[in-house]
C-alpha cells in the first residue's frame, strides 16, 4: 500500500488530539504489573508497541513474539527474569537483528538464567525466571536508556536492591528520568547522583494513574506549524510542563522557528510569529533522539543548513535512521553526512541531479519515517508514502488527523 499525500496551501489552522504517550504507558505497564495494582491505567496508548506490552503482560503463554517492539523486548526480558517459569520471547526478522546482549550480560550479574536460541547477543531468547539478587552493576551510560530502564524499574523487586554504575556518556538521559520519576509516584524512593542511581529493595505502591499525551508524537505538529505560512493549532492533552523530555522541543521551536506555544487548559495552542532566519541550526539531541528526524526533514524542506549531534542511537533504531535520512533527503536534492559517528550534517546545497520530480518515500518500517516526511507534501506535491501504516506502531489515526488539516491522502495498493 502506498499514500499519496497533497495539501493545496500552507495554512494549518483547527484542532487535533493527540494519542497518549507512548514512552509514559509502556512504562506504567510494568510498573502496574510490579505494583499487582487493581486499577486500569486511563488514557492508555494504543500504539502497537503498547497494545503488544498490554497484551503479554495479560496472557496466560509463556512464549511472547512482540513482532518490531523493541521497547517490549527489553521491558519484558527483565520483567519475567524474575518471574518463576520457563518463558521465550521473540520478534520479527528485524528484531531478531537488534542487540539486547547488554541486557542479558547484565540481568545474568543478577542471577538471571537467559540463554540466546539463536545469534549470539540477539532475540530470540530463552528465559528461566526465579528470583533474582542485586547489588552493584556497572553498565556503559551510551547504550540505549531502555536497557537501563528495564533495569531500574525491576530493581525494587530484586533482592538488596540494586546500585546502577553508568559509565562513559550518559545519551537519552531523560528518559532514565522519566522512568525513575514513574517510579516515584508508585512509592519507590531512590538516589541518582552523578553517574551512580541507587534503589533498595522495597515494594511498589498501585496508584490510579492516567497518561498525558505524546511529546514526540506533537514534533510533526510543530514541524507543519513552522512549514507553514500561517499557524493556529490546537493540540489537546499536551502539557507543556511535562515528564518527557521531548517537550524540550516547544523552546527549540519557538527561538529557531517562530512556532509559540500556550497552555489553554488541557491543551497546547500554536502560534506563528516572525524570528530572524539562522545561518545554520546545531542541536544536540541526546537526550531526544526521537525527534531528530523531524528536524533533519524540517530543515532540508527550509534549506536551513545543520549540524545535528547525539545520534548514537539512531543506528539501533527499527532501520538505521542515520542511513534512511540520507537515502530520502537525497531524493530532495540534500546531501547529508555523518561527519563523526552519532551526528549528522547538511550544508544547505540541492544537487538538482540528486532531486526526483515526484518523491516516494520508503519508510523501512519505521513509524517516524512515515510521520516526519509526511508534511513534506505541504512543499512537494503528489508526495508518496510507502507502508504508511508503519504508522501504527506510534500514532495510529495520523492520516485522519493530517486530512483534518487539509491534506489529501489517496490510497493505492
Known amino acids: 500500500m502506498k499514500y499519496t499525500l497533497n495539501k493545496q496551501d500552507k495554512i494549518i489552522k483547527g484542532e487535533i488530539t493527540l494519542p497518549a504517550s507512548k514512552s509514559i504507558s509502556n512504562r506504567v505497564l510494568i510498573l502496574n504489573a510490579l505494583s499487582y495494582s487493581p486499577y486500569s491505567i486511563r488514557n492508555l496508548s494504543d500504539s502497537d508497541d503498547t497494545i503488544v506490552l498490554d497484551k503479554m503482560l495479560h496472557s496466560n503463554t509463556n512464549r511472547f513474539d ?62 528461566y525466571g526465579s528470583a533474582l539478587k542485586g547489588g552493584v552493576l556497572e553498565l556503559d551510560g551510551s547504550v540505549s536508556s531502555q536497557y537501563i530502564s528495564a533495569l531500574l524499574m525491576i530493581a525494587p523487586t530484586i533482592q538488596n536492591g540494586l546500585t546502577l554504575k553508568l559509565k562513559n556518556k550518559i545519551i537519552s538521559g531523560a528518559y532514565i528520568d522519566l522512568t525513575l520519576k514513574l517510579m516515584k509516584k508508585f512509592g519507590i524512593r531512590y538516589l541518582w547522583k552523578g553517574n551512580e542511581i541507587r534503589i533498595d529493595e522495597q515494594p511498589y505502591r498501585p496508584v490510579e494513574f492516567s497518561v498525558e499525551a505524546d511529546w514526540s508524537g506533537a514534533s510533526y505538529w510543530y514541524e507543519l506549524a513552522a512549514l507553514a505560512d500561517e499557524a493556529e493549532l490546537k493540540i489537546n492533552g499536551l502539557q507543556l510542563k511535562s515528564l518527557q523530555g521531548d517537550c524540550a522541543q516547544a523552546e527549540w521551536f519557538e527561538k529557531y522557528f517562530g512556532i509559540v506555544s500556550r497552555q489553554v487548559g488541557d491543551a497546547v495552542l500554536l502560534t506563528k510569529k516572525e524570528v530572524p532566519r539562522l545561518d545554520k541550526l546545531q542541536l544536540n539531541f541526546i537526550e531526544n533522539p526521537d525527534i531528530a528526524q523531524t528536524f533533519a526533514v524540517l530543515c532540508v524542506l527550509k534549506g536551513l543548513p545543520f549540524h545535528f549531534t547525539g545520534l548514537e542511537t539512531l543506528k539501533i533504531k527499527e532501520t538505521d535512521r542515520i542511513a534512511a535520512l540520507q537515502n530520502e533527503l537525497g531524493k530532495f536534492g540534500a546531501e547529508l553526512t555523518e561527519p563523526e559517528h552519532g551526528e549528522l550534517a547538511w550544508d544547505g546545497t540541492i544537487k538538482e541531479e540528486l532531486k526526483q520530480e515526484v518523491i516516494t518515500i520508503k519508510t523501512y518500517k519505521d513509524h517516524r519515517m512515515a510521520l516526519a516526511f509526511a508534511p513534506a507534501a505541504m512543499y512537494h506535491p503528489n508526495l508518496i508514502i510507502e507502508e504508511p501504516m508503519v504508522v501504527t506502531k506510534s500514532y495510529p489515526k495520523y492520516w485522519e488527523d493530517l486530512e483534518k488539516a487539509g491534506f489529501t491522502c489517496v490510497v493505492e495498493e
Not at 518463576?84 to 528485524?94: H, K, L, N, Q, Y
Not at 531478531?96 to 538471571?112: F, H, M, N, S, T
Open 66 to 127: 512482540i513482532g518490531h517492539a523493541g521497547t517490549a523486548m527489553r521491558f519484558l526480558t527483565a520483567f519475567i527474569s524474575k518471574i518463576v517459569g520457563e518463558w521465550e520471547i521473540t520478534g520479527s526478522e528485524r528484531m531478531q537483528q537488534r542487540p539486547i546482549g547488554i541486557l542479558v550480560d547484565a540481568l545474568r550479574k543478577l542471577g538471571a538464567n537467559v540463554e540466546y536460541m539463536g545469534n549470539e547477543g540477539y532475540p530470540p531468547l530463552k528465559i
